[in-house]
């Protein structure tokens, strides 16, 4: 099975810090690399994603870095808040052809933001 | 619109019995798919429908079953719960191929 590995498990910072959170892969046929947040007690939710012709992506306070050649990309959250707190998900898969809607999920980050 | 609608939202059963998870969307939407979520282990995918009448197993099917008679209805039924089966369960659509997944809230299962 594809892998994709997440670290770290868990991460702490202080309001106004840059959490940072990496993911790599093994899979060169990923072409597509989401980030998805979720809050205790409710499910995933798209957060930003990404495809390998750009190597930073923006969206408010989040962006995505990617390094097509290391095979990795990082999630950074600028002038983090508590309302950040969550845990947030890497996943990666296929643009298309066989597999293309499987999306692979890392294990997670749970990130606290302390106030 | 009421998005990825998840029942029961929570469950207990006994080892050995049956049960369907239900899920529908009013999105439209051809793809569905169902994860569970443990501890430490993210989000695994179990079965998947690509449309009506289509359905494929993702990484870790055995023990669950899946039918898409319609576009909006995704049921996983398990069909001999399982102390392992015990997690949360969760649907999910989108309306193209590596496109924007919906999550439901999810299902909470507990077997004993």
């Known amino acids: 099975q594809q892998q994709v590995k997440q670290s770290p498990q868990s991460l702490i910072v202080q309001k106004g810090g840059i959490p940072i959170i990496n993911c790599a892969y093994e899979?060169?046929?990923?072409?597509?690399f989401p980030w998805y947040q979720q809050f205790p007690g409710k499910g995933p939710a798209l957060l930003i994603a990404?495809?390998?012709?750009?190597s930073e992506k923006k969206e408010g306070r989040f962006t995505i870095s990617f390094n097509k050649s290391a095979k990795q990309f990082s999630l950074h959250i600028m002038d983090s808040q508590p309302g950040d707190s969550a845990t947030y998900f890497c996943a990666a898969s296929p643009g298309s052809g066989a597999g293309s809607y499987q999306l692979t999920f890392g294990k997670g980050t749970k990130l606290s933001v302390i106030p | 619109n009421a998005g990825v609608t998840q029942t029961p939202k929570f469950q207990v059963l006994k080892t050995g019995q049956s049960m369907t998870l239900q899920c529908a969307q009013d999105m439209n939407h051809e793809y569905m798919s169902w994860y569970r979520q443990d501890p430490g282990m993210g989000l695994r995918l179990i079965h998947y429908?690509?449309?009506?009448?289509?359905?494929d197993q993702g990484e870790v099917p055995n023990g669950y079953n899946v039918s898409r008679s319609t576009t909006e209805d995704f049921p996983l039924r398990l069909l001999s719960a399982a102390p392992s089966q015990t997690s949360v369960y969760f649907c999910?659509?989108?309306?193209?191929?590596?496109?924007?997944?919906?999550f439901g809230e999810g299902s909470r299962l507990t077997v004993l």
């Open positions: 999910a659509s989108s309306y193209s191929i590596a496109g924007e997944l919906f």
């Open positions: 429908s690509v449309g009506a009448g289509i359905t």
């Open positions: 899979n060169t046929a990923f072409d597509y």
């Open positions: 990404i495809r390998p012709d750009v």
